[in-house]
């Protein structure tokens, strides 16, 4: 062999896009990393990190609906062993499927908030008080919205998913107050997440899924009184 040669790794256009992705999610899962590390030393703004991982986020998922490239990855545990990586914190972000800032609001930096002050100089609380009637009629409808694709026997993950991560994300506009049922709204979204596009709840599920989600809009609705 030539030393000089260049060595290719594929031979075909398709075998250089799977290739390209493969090395794309693999840098993904590397810079979704470091930036988790950044936002957990509080080295960048909220907003900028919820742009920044929400994107990231996006593209990690449009790699992997190539059915090709999935099957090659197999599933994030068996890609990060066949390219020795850990990168912990990544994975459990990818695990959520949600910004930080999403998934538990309550724990924004504080210097990075913006709170007004009042004219004694204390700041209020963030929370209900600060929410527009057009973000709690949003929240609201997005509750109603989820709730209706259930009773319609919605149960995909692609249906429902995307619903629910709306629903949390306008809920979050609200409130970053616990509630009763929040923790449950998060926990769906990390159980839709790691389930296949269409693959669908099983009957049980969906009618647990369905009680815990009217205990959660419940729940919310007490923290407007």
């Known amino acids: 062999m030539n030393p ?20 794309e999610i693999y840098s993904i899962i590397i810079t979704l990393d470091g930036l988790e590390k950044a936002y957990i ?4 703004p909220e907003a900028e990190y919820t742009e920044i991982c929400s994107r990231l986020l996006k593209q990690y998922k449009s ?3 190539d059915e090709t490239v999935a099957r090659e990855f ?6 990060k062993c066949e390219w020795d990586i850990e990168c912990p914190r990544a994975t459990e972000r990818l695990r ?10 309550s724990n924004s930096h504080p210097s990075t908030s913006t ?11 963030v929370g209900v ?29 692609d249906a429902l998913h995307p619903l629910l991560a709306e629903l949390i994300q306008s809920v979050n506009a609200v409130t970053d107050r616990d509630f009763e049922g929040r923790a449950k709204i998060i926990s769906w979204l990390i159980r839709l ?33």
Request: negative net charge; proline residues 3%.
């Open 41 to 44: 030393k509080d080295s960048i």
């Open 4 to 23: 000089t040669q260049e060595v290719k790794l594929s031979g075909t256009a398709a075998e250089r896009d799977l290739y390209d992705s493969l090395a």
């Open 193 to 225: 997440n790691g389930m296949r596009a269409q693959e669908e709840l099983g009957e049980g599920e969906a009618r647990e899924l369905m009680f815990e989600m009217e205990g959660a809009y419940k729940g919310f609705k007490r923290t407007l009184n």
């Open 115 to 125: 709170p007004q002050t009042s004219g004694l100089g204390s700041a209020p609380s």
């Open 129 to 157: 008080g600060g929410a527009s009637g057009s973000q709690i009629l949003l929240a609201t409808e997005n509750f109603i919205t989820f709730l209706d694709a259930l009773k319609l026997n919605m149960l995909s993950k």
């Open 74 to 79: 197999v599933d994030l545990e068996t890609f």
């Open 63 to 65: 790699n992997l609906n």
């Open 96 to 105: 959520v499927n949600l910004p930080a800032t999403i998934a538990d609001p």
